[in-house]
């Protein structure tokens, strides 16, 4: 029997059509789309300025599902690895001490986890590009959306620039800095997803690489294993050295943590253009916690047990341009590999152009969710023959270059103030993620649907949503109060904090009162029996038990020809690669 996968790009008027026929006869994804010849004979021919600056795109094209489990899996692991992880991370260490970053990085870490681990379980079953403003909508109220969908947009945009910012290079300006980098990451988001798929994978797999390596050579000095270079051990932890500054130089730390972790939501975006989704979606959020112990975690120790908080070169990583100033790069030339600042210097490189490749992505991605659900002009809607939301895209550069005016305050200043921002920015999105899916199984268990029917399904639950909450308001508050009481006091910092909260609210209360005054809609949040849980969903109600007694099938007779054609190592070693998928 036919495996066969229900696309999610499937509407309702497909879904019932498909209702009384089994699933091994219906392939949504190679199903030919009738077309009205006569209407597209006789549509009117763009304007020339249309043809110019966006080409063949309309609101009538989508987006292509051209991303495959690899892509996935690997942009999972890597590809939000930015300079922040190469960079700031040394920061943490200058302002707390090793303990305190390293208890910072962990807590942030399972923040980070449970955040992916609940967006995940939605976006696996509901796979669309604005998946948690497109969650908010619907689970919650339109007013969340419309402020997780502006909110998102603004922090992907600033977090482009901060990444350029950092590592700019002082002998050229600011501006032509970032035409340098800006301008071929925003050609090949042109081209196609799959470039996009495929220039992520191998950008990550450079940066997974690079942090392996780090840590194996880091943690052998350190334990004396590089001839005639004694390594440090454990005496960065000794003597009060490993936690300085008391509470509040703790809490400063939680800046440079979001900084590095952000983009972890970034999966979920990519979700609604992947081949695949039920299948790479839960196989990509599974690799996350992976990626939190290799490539955080052990990295900010391995940072602290070879680096003392009070080094020079720890003190200005966060600011500095030179990549010799890199924790990363100090490590590598104390045990003895003194041509390192070249390689780290590519690999950074690297880094910025991912980071800035995501971000566009994402910023694209999110402005043509929310122009489609009418919280954005609808020209950011427009999507070409490629599946490239191109109107959104030229908005997104122009707003990136918009960015670097503000350099006209110093480079150092406005990259502190685009950290703050972007920390709060993802500390806000990630506790509404936790509301969001709360309300996402509230209405599950509402309309009586079983849990069977969701691809992946989310463990501890309602742990981890409940702890995503918690945590967004403890560390939100220990943001608010290591701002106030940071020495010397500068009420910059206050307004760094709290700006990112006032812009949040401002759009919420701001759409509430349209949808009040001017829609004239009395209820505000979706009544659980409402909440659409079926447009755009990988299956109807008892698709999900159905397409997996396929696939296992499927499996089982492949595996019996294999076994019959004397290929057990192979189907063992399969067996195996599905056990750790």
């Known amino acids: 029997m036919a495996v066969t996968e229900l696309s999610p790009n499937a509407s309702s008027s497909w879904s019932s059509a498909i209702e009384t026929k089994d699933l091994s006869e219906v392939n949504l994804e190679k199903a030919p789309v009738p077309v009205d010849t006569e209407s597209v004979h006789n549509a009117p021919k763009a304007s020339m300025w249309k043809r110019i600056l966006v080409g063949n795109a ?113 002998r050229i300006t600011a501006w032509e800095w970032a035409l340098i980098i800006v301008t071929p990451i925003f050609a090949m988001q042109l081209i196609h997803v799959r470039v996009y798929g495929e220039s992520e994978y191998w950008f990550a797999m450079i940066k997974v690489l690079m942090i392996i390596v780090f840590i194996f050579v880091g943690l052998i ?115 003895g590999f003194g041509a ?89 999105v990630w506790g509404t993620i936790g509301v969001i899916s709360l309300r996402f199984r509230a209405a599950w268990r509402a309309q009586g649907r079983s849990l069977e029917d969701l691809p992946y399904r989310q463990p501890f639950f309602p742990i981890l949503p409940i702890a995503t909450v918690i945590l967004s308001i403890l560390m939100f508050a220990a943001q608010g109060y290591s701002s106030v009481v940071q020495q010397p006091f500068s009420p910059q910092n206050i307004v760094a904090t709290y700006i990112g909260l006032v812009v949040y609210i401002a759009c919420y209360i701001g759409y509430w009162i349209y949808e009040r005054f001017w829609l004239g809609q009395k209820t505000h949040m979706v009544p659980l029996h409402e909440v659409d849980l079926d447009t755009d969903a990988v299956w109807q109600p008892g698709g999900g038990a159905l397409l997996r007694a396929q696939e296992q099938e499927a499996r089982e007779k492949r595996d019996a020809e294999d076994i019959a054609a004397g290929k057990r190592t192979k189907v063992m070693l399969r067996k195996v690669g599905r056990y750790v998928a």
């Open 340 to 428: 390192a600042a070249h390689v780290i210097n590519a690999v950074l490189l690297t880094a910025v152009l991912s980071a800035t490749n995501s971000c566009f992505y994402a910023s694209s991605r999110m402005l043509l969710s929310m122009a489609r659900a009418g919280h954005a002009p609808r020209i950011f809607g427009w999507v070409n023959g490629r599946g490239v939301p191109v109107p959104a895209l030229l908005l997104s550069l122009a707003v990136s270059f918009v960015t670097f005016l503000t350099t006209i305050w110093g480079e150092g200043v406005v990259f502190t103030w685009l950290l703050d921002l972007t920390g709060i920015s993802s500390l806000l």
């Open 58 to 170: 309309s609101e009538q094209n989508e987006t292509k599902r051209a991303m495959k489990s690899r892509h996935l899996t690997m942009i999972a692991i890597g590809g939000t690895i930015g300079t922040g992880i190469f960079l700031s991370a040394g920061s943490a260490i200058a302002t707390a001490g090793p303990a305190s970053a390293l208890f910072s990085y962990f807590i942030v870490g399972i923040f980070c986890y449970a955040v992916v681990i609940s967006l995940g379980e939605m976006a696996a079953y509901i796979p669309v590009s604005g998946t948690f403003a497109v969650f908010g909508t619907r689970f919650f109220s339109p007013a969340l959306g419309f402020t997780l969908g502006w909110n998102y947009w603004l922090q992907c945009e600033l977090t482009a620039a901060a990444v350029i910012l950092q590592f700019w290079d002082p």
């Open 221 to 335: 000095f350190d334990w004396g294993g590089v001839h005639g270079r004694p390594g440090p051990g454990l005496s960065n932890f000794r003597n009060g050295q490993a936690f300085v500054g008391g509470f509040s130089a703790f809490a400063q730390t939680f800046v440079y943590a979001f900084y590095s972790y952000g983009g972890v939501e970034l999966v979920s975006l990519a979700a609604g253009e992947s081949a695949s989704p039920h299948k790479s979606v839960p196989r990509a959020i599974r690799a996350t916690f992976f990626r939190i112990v290799i490539f955080y975690i052990l990295t900010i120790l391995t940072i602290g047990l070879n680096i003392n908080y009070q080094d020079p070169t720890l003190l200005s990583s966060a600011t500095s341009s030179n990549v010799a100033a890199s924790p990363v790069t100090v490590v590598f030339q104390r045990a």
